[in-house]
């Protein structure tokens, strides 16, 4: 089984991230570091890497994670995702992800053109605002994930597997190294030391349409699902998730019904519930667990009541504040004030 690895050299700046995200009160430090399989000092799985992204995401208050000069709000992916599902076809979404995150960064880095048979998504980051050089390996690290994350995002609206028509990627890095998971991942030609960032797809692809109804709402949190699933299907392996946390990383993904995630697993709702109960466990506790840490993740970020409650599809803001007074011995708003006595 291949695995793809990325040097530790090139994540660096992450992981420094990361710790710092884990000792501030946005999260304890077990919710964001995550466990490797690999004992290695010398590099980072893949799959480790983007959920690293995810956790920090998720924990932070600047969704740049430090590696913008300019910091994003929470839910800034979020947003893209909600404008790009307003597509009519591949093209058009494309195009619209390229204008939202111009302006969100403030620049003319992003571009979709048709060159000859490909349909070109182009990112020139020379003069982004990185908090290091565009020309090193933390930038390269970054943008070469970002293409990955792009072409999951298309990917999941679509509902069509595109990888088969990525015609070409190419990158800034000057050159490849034997251990460069970000582009070993792609199965197409990869050119490095080009002028900016590309992904070519076949011309062909550009007008299928963005599905409207989705199974599992589109999301941050599925794109790393999709992510996640790419890897394994490239390392030719199953996505390793014990079932309890598998569920949890659906149902923070935004799916609930228990139906649907039994579908999704592979299982009867029947199976599903005796293994929860074999594990010690039931739906509804990890229903409850899944809300409460999204509910208090948004909290930290300093998102209002009223907010997280309709993100959580509460009916009202009384019923989210019962739930969570429930869950916490305290109500959303004391858990409010007691962040703001810590920080004092």
Not at 222 to 240: F, G, L, P, W
């Amino acid at each position: 089984m291949t695995r793809l690895i990325v040097p530790r050299g090139e994540t660096s700046a992450l992981e420094t991230a990361a710790k710092s995200i884990a000792g501030l009160r946005t999260a304890e430090p077990g919710a964001i570091l995550p466990e490797s399989d690999d004992e290695s000092q010398n590099w980072m799985l893949l799959r480790d890497y983007f959920q690293l992204m995810r956790r920090m995401t998720a924990a932070a208050s600047d969704e740049s994670l430090g590696m913008s000069q300019r910091s994003l709000a929470p839910g800034t992916t979020d947003f893209v995702i909600d404008i790009l599902k307003q597509a009519d076809n591949l093209e058009d979404a494309m195009k619209r992800t390229a204008r939202t995150y111009n302006l969100i960064h403030g620049g003319y880095f992003n571009k979709v053109t048709r060159r000859r048979d490909c349909l070109v998504y182009t990112i020139d980051d020379r003069e982004f605002p990185y908090a290091f050089s565009a020309d090193s390996p933390p930038a390269y690290s970054v943008m070469e994930g970002l293409l990955i994350f792009l072409h999951a995002m298309l990917t999941l609206t679509t509902g069509v597997a595109l990888t088969p028509h990525v015609r070409c990627v190419r990158s800034r890095r000057p050159k490849r190294d034997t251990r460069d998971g970000f582009l070993s991942f792609w199965e197409a030609p990869v050119r490095c030391d080009a002028p900016f960032y590309a992904l070519e797809y076949d011309l062909s692809v550009a007008g299928i349409a963005i599905r409207k109804k989705h199974d599992r709402p589109v999301s941050a949190a599925t794109v790393y699902d999709t992510v996640n699933e790419m890897i394994a299907e490239r390392e030719h392996r199953v996505a390793k998730n014990d079932l309890p946390q598998r569920i949890k990383d659906l149902m923070e993904a935004g799916v609930t019904e228990q139906a649907i995630i039994a579908r999704d697993l592979g299982l009867s709702v029947a199976t599903l519930r005796r293994r929860l109960s074999e594990s010690g466990t039931s739906f509804r506790d990890l229903r409850h667990q899944a809300l409460n840490k999204m509910a208090q993740s948004m909290l930290r970020q300093g998102r209002p009541i009223g907010d997280v409650a309709e993100t959580l599809n509460y009916v009202d803001v009384r019923s989210f504040s019962r739930a969570f007074k429930t869950w916490n011995d305290m109500t959303p708003a004391a858990f409010i004030r007691q962040l703001g006595d810590a920080d004092a």
